[in-house]
């Protein structure tokens, strides 16, 4: 009777024991979570230079962009009129440190269409730019010959419609 008695409690009080082990790692994971820093991501847009017929209407095309950081979309003011330029826009987001996803797009704004989509991606298909921001190094990944903060970013579409780019990528550590 004592045998099989003893080797019950000795099983529920192993099970205690795990239980009461795994609370505090779970709330430990929680806190980490919680307690996560988070960090500004901003894209600055030196340059850009349409290459070829853009605009609908044939007149020079009304450029913008629009970044987006860690799923949130901004748009850049609208360059009226103007085939290139050196706007220097600045798009701003505040994220958890980390990894995150960044898309960057150039636009030909029109009143009457939506805004098209201009290539500065040489991939085929693809007119867009999306890479990943490590903001607790300062790492830029997903693009070639790219590789930290800071440093310029030129690339160039190869589709009707397409223009060159050069833009950058800083962090600004939160505390
Ligand atoms: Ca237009
Ligand atoms: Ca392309």
Redesign the pocket.
């Known amino acids: 009777m004592t045998r099989p008695s003893s080797t019950m409690t000795k099983r529920r009080s192993f099970a205690t024991i795990a239980a009461v082990l795994m609370v505090p790692a779970l709330a430990a994971t929680v806190a980490v979570a919680q307690s996560g820093k988070m960090d500004e991501v901003t894209i600055t847009v030196n340059r850009y230079k349409t290459l070829d017929k853009i605009d609908v209407g044939g007149g020079a095309p009304d450029i913008f962009a629009r970044v987006t950081i860690g799923g949130t979309a901004q748009k850049s003011p609208v360059a009226k009129q103007q085939t290139g330029g050196k706007p220097d826009w600045k798009i701003t987001q505040s994220v958890p440190r980390g990894k995150t996803n960044v898309k960057v797009e150039l636009l030909d704004k029109d009143v009457l269409n939506p805004s098209d989509a201009i290539?500065i991606?040489?991939?085929?298909k693809?007119?867009d730019l999306d890479f990943v921001v490590d903001t607790a190094r300062c790492r830029v990944e997903g693009l070639s010959n790219v590789s930290s903060c800071g440093q310029r970013i030129s690339r160039t579409?190869?589709?009707n419609k397409k223009a060159e780019i050069d833009f950058r990528v800083s962090v600004k550590k939160g505390k």
């Open positions: 290539d991606n040489r991939v085929d693809k007119r579409g190869a589709e």
